[in-house]
């Protein structure tokens, strides 16, 4: 199982940027895939998710945040907008059969948002 993020830089608050993760067939074979991420000394958290039934978003990031499934790249995508530098974190991409999916994990792509 192979998950593979990409996408993540340096950008200024309210800018945007897009994730990417490329995920091999056994990943993206799975119900669910999503974003998680950890900033320095914090705890990793949920930050949005595809599912079988329906997207699914933490509340820090409903309305800024957009997850999409390209079926035909077995690719997930994040598009975030309007950061925030609270949204300064490493990044990773996950797979899984349930929600929230943490089965698999793929390496962080770091995001940093500088106000």
């Not at 669910?32 to 320095?40: L, V």
């Not at 599912?51 to 994040?78: E, M, P, Q």
């Not at 309007?82 to 349930?98: E, H, R, V």
Request: hydrophobic share 35%.
């Amino acid at each position: 199982v192979q998950l593979q993020a990409s996408g993540g830089g340096l950008v200024q608050t309210g800018g945007s940027l897009r994730l990417s993760c490329a995920a091999s067939d056994r990943a993206f074979a799975e119900n669910g895939m999503g974003w998680f991420r950890q900033a320095p000394g914090k705890e990793r958290e949920f930050v949005a998710a595809w599912v079988w039934n329906g997207d699914r978003y933490a509340d820090s990031v409903k309305g800024r945040f957009t997850i999409s499934r390209d079926g035909a790249k077995k690719t997930v995508h994040l598009q975030m907008n309007s950061l925030k530098p609270a949204d300064s974190a490493t990044y990773y991409c996950t797979a899984g059969s349930q929600f929230p999916p943490t089965q698999y994990w793929g390496q962080g792509t770091q995001v940093t948002v500088s106000s």
